[in-house]
């Protein structure tokens, strides 16, 4: 690994780490970008390295600091943190199924629909 590529692995996790503590997006929208366009990452690459980036619970302190102001509820986050976990898995099963082509424009087309969503919708 060369030293451009730590430079940018370094400035890619503290982008999606700030970006995740603050609007709480980080992996896909940041991160599988980014590891694309800067590292070379192939679309199963990047998302495959994304996912191990979060499988440690490196949003906890992120977490708790909304915790103790009192926007964090614990019985959603528990129902969504189970099903995300097999959803997780039967993604990942479908995901590694296509090839890359047809990933990438998937995932391209569900960043243009969030993003449309976010900009135009009420």
Known sequence: MDTMTVI????IGLLAGFLSGTMGIGGSVVMIPLLILWVGFTQHQAQGTSLAVLSVPVTLLAAFNYY????VNWKFAAI???TFIIGGYLGSK?????NQATLKKIFG???L???LKMIFGK
């Open 8 to 11: 940018s692995l370094v400035v």
């Open 113 to 115: 629909l969030v993003a």
């Open 80 to 82: 969504m943190a189970i």
């Open 94 to 98: 479908f995901a590694v199924s296509l």
């Open 68 to 71: 103790k102001e009192g926007h």
């Open 109 to 111: 087309g569900i960043l």
